[in-house]
């Protein structure tokens, strides 16, 4: 079972992962990129969401402190720059919210949190602790869903600006931005991942690290799809898209 | 908002929360005590809350370890104790183990946690995450939900008796103990909380720490209900009841 695999091999086996578990094959997915949710719910994902773009720079943080040598440190630090910017109102952050914004959601409720979905929570907060408790190599193998990211982002920009009014390029320019970013990161932590991953052990935990982070985005799916695409019950305190209209009629 | 409450109104808030949001509310649990659940589903029931019953003697020794007076240890380390018992085989989690066995589940494949939802992963980590991170006093309140569990336990008990035939009084022993165990452990923490919290802010704390915890408890029947009673798509290497039965068959 656990045979040392050749550099590439092993990137076969982390690309197989993504083509299993990657949250692009996640029926939420398909219904946003379809143009099938309504604009509550498309608010329900972007507020979700939020927070686990507000806490990328954290877990990034976490892997910059674990890095003792300057050269990774220099690489992995603009993954920080990019999502926090330079100043006030640029970075992936800021993007974000101008999607948020866009989406009628007052700015102050969204960062508030107080809206969130408690399995988004736990999802994002298993993240952050993942980076902070495991090897220095799972914390980088977990970034690698980045792999399969352009993929995913152009059908959804492509399919949201083609199937609603209520979003445009700009609330949309989050994504552009990642085109550029995600390839150039990945890249960087696969490679890391090939030549540090040196044994059969080090290789099987790179691979479960990256099928953790594909659980980590599939739970906050699950969790948008079954509060607000297929309701059993209502989730205490979480957004309800109605009020939040309602508020911002008042 | 934040005013000072009386201990007795701060009592009062806190059982306020647990008729608003404590897991007995949750659909799953209605159809496991009503016994509309099959086989399959009381044992992913049985198999995911293998993992948080496994995690609660760590999360105690987590608020153990913070506990600077003697007093508050004695009596904290008796919970440890309940779960972990005097030597193999005995206290809570060798309780649980024979429910799974009772329910013809493998004890390894259980303990081995390969068949969780990451759903329950995070939910349940979450909560010994939140003990070892916010302060004492809410770690402590996190626990008061046992204020409410002695109502839930004679219902399951009961409603579990009468409707499977797959279980029995030996396989649900784990409750017997804990309707004695749980009112015991919240008296102590219902004191803690009302003589600690002092300051409006700290009584708000401590709400919302035994909100958070419903959300725990919440979260973790949301992810049985989807995956096993109204699932929308397969969960990947999750528990299949199926599958589970073919290999104990085998």
Redo the contacts between chains.
Sequence with gaps: MTTLLSPEELEARLRDVGR??YHSL??FHKLLHGGELNFGQVQAWALNRYFYQAMIPVKDSSILARMEEPELRRAWRQRIIDHDGDREGEGGIARWLKLTDGLGLDRDYVTSLRGLL??T???V??YV?FVRDKSLLEAIASSLTEMFSPGIIGERVAGMLKNYDFVSKETLAYFDKRLTEAPRDADFALDYVKRNARTPEQQQAAIRAL?FK???L??QL??L??AYV?P??PY??AFVPEAARARQEA
Excluded: K, L, Q, S
Aim: proline share 11%; aromatic share 14%; hydrophobic share 40%.
């Design positions: 299993r578990r996640h029926p408690p399995a929570r736990f999802a907060e298993a602790h099928e594909c659980d980590v599939w739970v699950d969790a799809y079954f297929d059993a019950m205490p305190g």
